[in-house]
């Protein structure tokens, strides 16, 4: 299960932007995002491209660490 540090979350409705941007990729499941540890995780059900991951989470308004 990837674990992605990301900064720059400080709501729910941050944690909902970062679960449906990481949810619409390919191969993704079962997204959680904890605000206070700033982490994502998931599931994969097929490989998945960690650059298309951090690039949906960019583009989502956050950063990657």
Known sequence: MPTIRIRGMTCQHCVMAVTKALAAVEGVTDV????????????????????IVREVIEKAGYDVE
């Open 32 to 51: 959680r995002v904890d605000l206070e540890a700033g982490t994502a995780t998931y599931e994969e059900s097929a490989p998945v491209d960690p650059a």
